[in-house]
């Protein structure tokens, strides 16, 4: 059974930093592709990034490019998202997903049903 432990949210001030981490463990994750979505009170749940556990290829939405940064230890087993310039906008709960490998092409890790585990969140809050 694939678990899947989000940690690193918390309140901090517009323009800090925050790294999130994302904790897998229960199969072989060297053909998946982690995520990072999050959800805001009364918003669906939006892709934020991805990464492919094999080759490192990354993607992200428009709204975070430049900001944010997704990488992962194999080692370890965990997904980071490093979040920098952090605005109030950013502010939600933010999930961490893996779904078994698949391309980046036609921006395919924006469609939640690729993913088939995903954590409880982590909530962020960005005040100004």
């Known amino acids: 059974q694939v678990q899947l432990v989000e940690s690193g949210g918390g309140l901090v001030q517009a323009g800090s930093s925050l790294r999130l981490s994302c904790a897998a463990s229960g199969r072989s994750f060297s053909r998946n592709v982690m995520g990072w979505f999050r959800q805001a009170p009364g918003k669906e749940r939006e892709f934020v990034a991805a990464?492919?556990?094999?080759?490192?290829?990354?993607a992200y939405a428009d709204s975070v490019k430049g900001r944010f940064t997704i990488s992962r230890v194999n080692a370890k087993n965990t997904v980071y998202l490093q979040m920098n310039s952090l605005k109030p906008e950013d502010t939600a709960v933010y999930y961490c997903a893996v779904g078994p490998y698949f391309t980046f092409s036609n921006y395919a890790y924006y469609d939640r049903s690729r993913y088939d585990s995903w954590g409880q969140g982590t909530q962020v809050t960005v005040s100004s």
């Open positions: 990464i492919t556990w094999s080759d490192n290829i990354t």
